[in-house]
Structure formats: structure tokens, C-alpha cells
């Protein structure tokens, strides 16, 4: 392990739980819910269904290197050039596209205290120096985060709505932020959870790659589109950041059904609203369950809820293992009194909600 680069030694694996037919077998349970990594609960799209049969016979031949038609589609959706679009693995992908272009060994990352743990992975990987802004109220401190910035400083990561809090910064926070940001800083903007937010709350932040060409906004196909096992992301930017990142990104990052899914899904309007009902419902279901019981829980604009469970989170979450519930501790994200809860469908919601009055009375 002395071979490894520093940043990499320090770095834990990222924790992913037994496949969740593994686990039944293993407990002995008949049914298991899991509400653990912020999926679509819904299945997929059938439009998205139809679709992939008929590309099946393609798949002897290589992906559109280029994913012409599906970048040709998000450019129309945020009316900016094809080559401000950039295609990623899952946005994963994207966010280590993003570090590997422009991140060196000698430069300082900044994130929030509860960031997403891809922020100081991929900034761990380079061999760069992370630093994590205490956090306000569970988010964004962006007054502390501005005051961390200096010259060293080449790259923010800012979550919106943030994992694993749901906290939320309005577009005038956002659009503040953005525009005190130093230019030798790249302000990576990963809205994973953008279409949850009620429309009228929405930052037009696509919009403001045309101002500033040291922004990246990130999107993701794998939570209210309902692709996450297909991996697709994008980054919208200035056309020189997008030139950069396709120097280093792989030629076929994304494969030939999770461009047609993508392309397809992004016309699915009946499916994504669907998705957005439903989690608003799930949502009240659980903020309602929670207020019953006198449970603490971060208000979330994202697709789960974290909740303040006490002391024994980690033992609770075993048990609520043990009663076939899968959620996410967040211990390692600087929550340890917490548990994530993704919301799922209302018997699955109900599953968490009962086996909670049974372990909790
Ligand atoms: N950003 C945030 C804030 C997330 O929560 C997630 C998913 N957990 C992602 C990015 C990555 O999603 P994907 O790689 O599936 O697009």
C-alpha cells in the first residue's frame, strides 16, 4: 500500500450494502423495503421499456461516442450549444471528470461539512487537500465556504438540494454566491435532486453558464428520470470547460441503452411527474409519521428524509434491518444521531413507519 498515491491511502472504500437478495436470504425475511441510496421508486418508464427492447440489436456495434442525439436533446431543453453539454457515467462520472481536469496535487478543494462523499473522494484521489466548511443548520454555510476560498482554492462542490441533509439554497443564495466565487475557482453545481424542487423555486442556474465560465451545473438521469442502475449524467458549462473535459473523458462513458433511455425518458412527461407526486406524498407521509412521534428530521427538497433517530442510530438501523427496512446511516457524514430514509412508494414508506412503532413503541 505504500505504492498508492498519499490521497488514496487515506481513503476509505465506499461503503455499498449486500445485494438486498442476499440480505433476505440471509435474515430469513420473506420481504425487504429498501430505502437506502435515493432510487425512483416507481420502476421504469415504460416509454424507456419499449425502447431498449429495439436497441438490443444494436448492441454488437459501440456506443455514438459523441451521444450526439441525447446531447442534441439537452442542449435544445436548456437552450444552450450541443458542445456545452458534456455526457458522464452517472454524474459520478461528471464530478471526476470535472476534478481530473482541473485538480492538482498542489490545490485545495472546497465542500460543506455534510457534502456528498464523491466531493472529497475524487479530491482525495488526485492527491489534492479537501476542506470541508463547517455547515449551517445541516447546510450550506456559503459565507464560510467563500471565506475558505484562496489562492490555492480550484474548485467548489455545492449541492442543491444537498445530500444527505435535503437542505435547499434559494437562486438569490445561489446567484450571490456564484458571482463572488474568484475566476480561478470553478464552482461545480450538482443539482442530482433538481427536479423534486417545486418549479417556482428552481434556480435558473443553466442560464448563468453564460455569464460565468467558471460554473458547471451537474444533473443526473438516476433519480427522478428513474435510471440509476443505467448510469447517466451530464454537465451543462462554457463551451472551453466542456472542450477540456472531453479531453479526459472516456470515449464510451456512456453505452448505448443508457443514451436511448436518457434520450427517451427526458420526453416522458407523464412519468416524471408521476415521480414527483408520488415523492411528494411519501414526503407528507413520513414528516407527518416523524412529527406524530416527536422525531427530529431535517426538512428535505430532495427524494429522501433524514431523520434525528438519537444515540443508538447505528443499532436502530440494524434493527430496522432485522424487520427487513433497508435505510442509510450517515454516520460518515458527520450525522451519527441520524438516519436517511429514501422515499419509496406509500406501503413501502409504511413498512419503515411500522417497523419503527415496533422497535421505538
Ligand atoms: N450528486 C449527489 C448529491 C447525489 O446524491 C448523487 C447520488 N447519490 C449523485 C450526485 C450521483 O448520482 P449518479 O452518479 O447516479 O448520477
Redesign the pocket.
Known sequence: SELANPGVRQLQPYQAGKPVTELQRELGLTKVVKLA??ENPLGLSSKVKQALAAELADLPRYPDANGYYLKSRLAELHGVDIKQITL????????EILARTFVGPEHQVVFSQHA?V?YPLVTQAIGATPVAVPAKDYGHDLDAMLAAINEKTRMVFI?N????TGTFLTTAELKAFVEKVPEHVIVVL?E??YEYVPEAERAPSTDWVAEHSNLVV?R????AYGL?GL???YAVSHVDVADLMNRIRQPFNMNSLSLKAAEVVLDDHDYIQRSVEINRQGMQQLTEFCEQQGLNYIPSY?NFLTIEVGDDAAELYQQLLHEGVIVRPVAGYQLPRHLRVSIGLPEENDAFIQAMKKLRG
Not at 443526473?220 to 433519480?223: D, I, V
Open positions: 441510496s435515493n458522464g457515467n452517472g454524474s459520478n462520472d461528471v464530478l456528498f464523491v449541492a438540494p444537498n445530500n444527505p450538482d442530482a435532486y451537474s443526473t438521469f438516476s433519480k440509476a448510469r447517466a449524467g430532495g
